[in-house]
């Protein structure tokens, strides 16, 4: 009886979690409608360009409840060159090592600009410019590195993304991950299935992701993978080949 209630439990915490989640990102105040002549990137773009603001205020209650602990696991393990995918509001800048030369791009100005006086404050050097995580502007083995961090869930083609991740990163480099994704518990993972058609159209958001079928699909060798908060939450190491390929 005890082991069945525990799970109930689970179960509404994890819904709890998730609808918080949504609830969240829908305060950006945006519709979600997408206007015909507009790309699903686009669509991304203007949401979290209307959501900067507010983006850190949302962000601390539900990395408290679900991401504890996972930017500082992420950014420690950065090597040299670092890419941070999707950065954002510059949330990970505490966290990454004095010594790495960082690089982070993201699909809105908004948010850049919150990054860059994040920056300031904490007296970072970093260069942070406007990008697209999908066609990424740099030369082929460019990065030791690169990271994201709640990134992937919002981009509309993962897979392209890690793609581009496999080629810019040099050989031997590291893919650093934190993701909320596809639970591995089917009752979850049925509520997640649920909520995923509101969550991507009203949050841009996508619950059902799958980032390590993503980056094998990419070529990346797998080192560490671990699951926590019901299988929603993964943190993920994953490395490029010494050989280049």
Not at 45 to 54: G, H
Not at 79 to 86: H, N, P
Not at 141 to 156: G, I, M, N, Y
Request: hydrophobic share 40%.
């Amino acid at each position: 009886m005890r082991r069945i209630c525990g799970r109930r439990a689970s179960l509404l915490l994890a819904a709890a979690a998730l609808a918080l989640w949504m609830l969240i990102r829908r305060l950006a105040g945006t519709s979600g409608a997408k206007p015909e002549s507009e790309s699903e990137t686009a669509r991304v773009q203007r949401y979290y360009d209307a959501f900067a603001s507010r983006y850190d205020a949302g962000m601390g209650l539900v990395e408290r409840l679900l991401f504890a602990g996972g930017r500082r696991w992420v950014c420690s393990q950065a090597r040299g060159d670092v890419l941070e995918l999707a950065a954002g509001t510059g949330r990970n800048l505490p966290y990454y090592p004095p010594d790495v030369r960082l690089t982070g791009i993201d699909l809105s100005r908004e948010m850049l600009d919150v990054a860059r006086r994040r920056a300031a404050e904490l007296g970072r050097d970093v260069d942070l410019r406007y990008g697209d995580a999908q066609a990424l502007e740099f030369p082929d083995q460019r990065f030791d590195t690169v990271v994201a961090t709640l990134a992937l869930c919002s981009v509309p083609d993962e897979r392209r993304a890690l793609s581009e991740a496999m080629r810019v990163l040099r050989p031997g480099g590291r893919l650093l991950l934190l993701e909320h994704v596809k639970s591995d518990r089917w009752p979850v993972r049925a509520i997640q299935q649920l909520l995923n058609p509101l969550s991507v159209r009203y949050a841009a958001d996508h619950l059902n992701r799958e980032p390590r079928s993503a980056a094998r699909a990419a070529g990346f060798e797998i080192e560490h993978d671990e699951r926590a908060k019901w299988g929603i939450v993964e943190r993920l190491r994953a490395r490029k080949s010494p050989y280049g390929h």
